[in-house]
């Protein structure tokens, strides 16, 4: 394997360590999902993006938007490991009542805006990178999304309004991991075929493996010199709780933690990719 892939899959291995630890001493948070998308943050953090961490907050950088806001845990290791936040400072920011005055005073360190209620970010994200090309603006703005989330209609009403306008400057990644918070999202409503969809939307669209670095990065390369005049959109098949293979796409475990015996057993039971 190159060395490049090499030392990628190796920090998806220790990013995923990271989280159990955080989480798991926090006591909740969403594991199956964090694990979905780990590749895909890591992609875009460490090799895509124009990103400093030691200067997160400059006017020139890519912009992130996470729409997908209950996969906004898995962005704490990520800051931590590039130097962003402390380990106090993530547990501070993290935790009921605790002190995340550093990441207000950023408004968050490395990315624009985490969703609430779902649905809301690629419009806020189709925002951003309209404004960035009335100001000619050369930076990109990048949205990752769930592929549940994708049943709002807001998501549907963003993704024309992108088409219509020629946002060639926003790249969206759908997190396909079939799984919303109760069933697999064909047997909810089905959502194939998607990337018809997309490109009936004026999108162009590529599937890519979510856990594939190589198929990621290929996906991606060459994003910021492209001719086209369409919107990017990767869809990502990936795997809900990838890493632990006895939580992996099962339905109910959407907002699963370890606890007690557990947490020791999901330490143990860490696979490589």
Not at 44 to 66: E, I, P
């Amino acid at each position: 394997m190159d060395q490049l892939y090499e030392g990628l899959y190796e920090k998806s291995y220790q990013i995923r360590k990271r989280f159990l630890e955080i989480f798991t001493e926090l006591g909740y948070g969403h594991l199956t999902t964090a694990f979905s998308e780990t590749e895909l943050l890591i992609a875009l953090f460490y090799r895509v993006m124009d990103f400093n961490a030691q200067n997160a907050g400059s006017s020139t950088r890519d912009r992130l938007v996470v729409s997908k806001g209950h996969g906004a845990g898995m962005l704490f290791p990520i800051f931590e490991d590039l130097g962003i936040l402390s380990a106090d400072e993530v547990r501070d920011t993290i935790k009921v009542g605790g002190d995340c005055s550093k990441c207000r005073g950023l408004f968050y360190p490395g990315f624009e805006f985490y969703g609430g209620s779902l649905g809301i970010g690629l419009g806020m994200a189709a925002g951003l990178a309209l404004g960035a090309k009335l100001n000619r603006e050369s930076w990109l703005t990048f949205c990752l999304l769930g592929d549940a989330e994708c049943y709002e209609g807001s998501i549907w009403e963003a993704m024309l309004f992108a088409g219509h306008n020629k946002l060639n400057n926003l790249v969206v990644i759908v997190d396909r991991n079939y799984l919303g918070c109760s069933d697999f999202t064909e047997n909810m409503c089905e959502l194939e075929p998607f990337r018809d969809k997309w490109e009936s939307c004026k999108w162009d669209t590529k599937v890519v493996n979510g856990h594939s670095y190589e198929e990621i990065l290929k996906a991606l390369e060459g994003v910021r010199a492209r001719q086209a005049s369409k919107p990017v959109c990767v869809i990502a098949n990936t795997v809900k709780g990838k890493g632990l293979s006895y939580l992996s796409n099962k339905p109910l475990m959407h907002g699963y933690m370890p606890k007690g015996e557990a947490v020791r057993d999901a330490f143990m039971k860490l696979e490589k990719i």
